[in-house]
């Protein structure tokens, strides 16, 4: 298994642990790594529940590595996270994620794809790509259904900071927790599942997602599209980057 994430097998739950200190930032290969384990689960009739956490650290998971995005390698990184991205989407079992601190970028978008989440109150969500003419493909495809329009376009175009509280505002969270009580929140929601027929946990599963207006899908394969199409050949996307790592101001040329 690749550093930095652990997976464990309890009775019918599969819990996958991120723990790269200290802010359980993704690598190409840890992006790799979690499609290797999501694989073979479609068919796995012996797992009812995908638990996603991180290691007790400063952050949930603060986001994809910058040095990824570059136009460069991200290519790869991106067909390696829609992969992700689509097979978190098609899994038949619930995708339970426990979340605290720093959920960014691609932490958020791993909370999106997830089916129920119990979050801490010291929670923090966003988008920040936008900063570094970057954009989340993931999250621009699945927030307006989400929150509306007018919230994913802020979340989205604006790359601000989000508290847990918005999140309940907006349907996002299952729970809210104190940070103290995370823990707990989710060993009692897991079991909660775990007590439910396995069967009957699939099938509501997949008519819930056949209910959303727009098939969920599709959106996040054409936000994928976009991106590298439309963004990653531009200037902007490698001086975003670029600046970022070299800690100055981006000079864009918009183009």
Same mark, same amino acid.
């Given at each position: ?13 599969? !819990? ?20 290797? !384990? ?99 493909? !993931? ?117």
């Amino acid at each position: 298994m690749t550093q930095g994430i652990r997976v464990e097998r309890t009775g019918r739950a599969l !819990v996958i642990t991120l723990c790269e200190q200290p802010l359980n930032i993704l690598g190409r290969s840890h992006i790799v790594a979690l499609n290797e !384990v999501l694989a073979g689960l479609q068919a796995d009739q012996e797992v009812d529940l995908i638990w996603l956490r991180a290691e007790d650290t400063r952050a949930f998971c603060a986001g994809v590595a910058i040095a990824d995005h570059l136009p460069d390698v991200a290519e790869d990184m991106l067909a390696a996270f829609q992969r992700l991205g689509e097979t978190l989407l098609h899994l038949p079992q619930v995708v339970l994620c426990e979340v605290y601190g720093a959920a960014l970028g691609g932490g958020f978008e791993l909370v999106l794809l997830s089916d129920l989440v119990v979050a801490a109150d010291d929670v923090k969500f966003g988008l920040p790509e936008i900063t570094l003419a970057a954009t989340p493909p !993931v999250g621009a495809a699945l927030l307006p259904a989400r929150v509306g329009w007018q919230e994913a376009a802020r979340v989205c175009l604006l790359g601000q900071a989000l508290d847990g509280a918005w999140a309940e505002r907006n349907g996002l969270l299952t729970r809210l927790v104190p940070r103290a009580e995370l823990k707990d929140a989710a060993q009692a929601l897991a079991a909660q599942l775990l007590g439910l027929s396995g069967p009957a946990l699939r099938t509501t599963k997949r008519i819930l997602g056949s209910a959303l207006g727009q098939d969920p899908h599709a959106a996040v394969r054409r936000g994928f599209e976009i991106y590298l199409q439309d963004l990653l050949p531009t200037h902007d996307a490698r001086e975003g980057i670029e600046a970022f790592v070299a800690k100055r101001a981006p000079v864009w040329t918009h183009g």
